[in-house]
């Protein structure tokens, strides 16, 4: 007999399926502010998230809250224009649920983005960092609990949770388009505050280049889930500082939208190549 969680993704896609019927292998999901990469695709369907069942609903603003399906760059892709927090009090279990639904649907490659903070001292706001490797230590583990072995295995290896192929795809992309692609380690915290200035330090000290409040749960189930995974940060803010100032959303929301043309292009290439 089915669990509650397998049913729940069952009636899902059947939902979604009943709507859209082409199969797709590339999933990506927008951080904050980072919604545009959608006026480069057709989309041939859209649903909103409060339609789809047993979907959270985002309420972030900066997040848009829809399901998009169409093509970018030739390639059938999904799109989850706006994400689920932890901090916006979701579970784990419910921050991941649509990594889990993208798999029935035939995803095999994400492509995740975020607003982060810089916590290495050579980056500046604007810098786009492909994330290399993770520290999830700061949140919690979205696998807690029973494992579901259709799903995945019950103790997953995460000793490369970022495709290495996908990012040599990236960094040959970044250098023929010019751009100065940062890497470094993301940091996942549960947020909603922005990290006090000892937090930073402490970040830094582990060995975090970067800090956010989403990415890492929904790599760690796409990873358990068998999917590869890429991910790239948008510097918006800066942690470790001199002068005495404060970090706004609207300020981070306002950084991403400048970064945002070369993320769409870097992601519309990838898609390309894929």
């Known amino acids: 007999m089915a669990t509650q969680l397998i049913q729940q993704l069952q009636e899902t896609v059947a939902f979604i399926r009943s709507q859209y019927s082409a199969k797709t292998t590339i999933g990506i999901v927008l951080g904050s502010g980072l919604g545009n990469l959608m006026n480069e695709m057709n989309i041939e369907r859209e649903i909103a998230y409060n339609e789809i069942p047993h979907f ?15 093509e970018l ?17 979701y579970t784990p279990l419910q921050v991941s649920f649509p990594i889990r639904v993208m798999k029935l649907l035939g995803v095999e490659t994400l492509l995740l983005s975020n607003a982060a903070g810089g916590v290495h ?20 583990n979205p696998l807690l609990g029973k494992n579901e072995d ?26 023929q ?12 915290v549960t947020g909603p505050t922005f990290e006090t200035r000892a937090e930073y ?7 975090g280049d970067a800090v956010g409040m989403s990415t890492v749960q929904e790599t760690i189930v ?21 002068e005495e100032n404060v970090i706004t959303h609207e300020e981070v929301l306002a950084a991403a939208k400048d970064a945002e043309p070369k993320l769409t292009r870097l992601f519309s290439e990838m898609v ?3």
Request: aromatic share 10%; hydrophobic share 40%.
């Open 222 to 242: 796409a990873v358990h889930a068998g999917i590869k995974v890429f991910a790239i940060s948008v510097i918006t803010d800066l942690g470790i500082r001199e």
């Open 201 to 207: 330090k402490l970040i830094k000290a582990v060995g």
């Open 272 to 274: 390309a190549q894929l």
């Open 73 to 89: 760059s030739g390639r059938k892709v999904v799109v989850m224009s706006g994400r689920f927090h932890y901090y916006e009090g």
């Open 177 to 188: 388009l010019g751009y100065n692609l940062k890497e470094g380690v993301y940091t996942g």
């Open 56 to 70: 959270p609903v985002s309420t972030v603003e900066g997040h848009h809250g829809k399901l998009l399906f169409g």
């Open 150 to 175: 259709e799903l995945g295995t019950r103790f997953p290896d995460m000793s490369e949770p970022y495709n290495k192929d996908l990012l040599d795809k990236a960094r040959q992309i970044g250098q």
């Open 121 to 140: 001292p050579s980056f500046k706001v604007g810098d786009l960092m492909l994330i290399t490797d993770h520290i999830s230590f700061f949140t919690v």
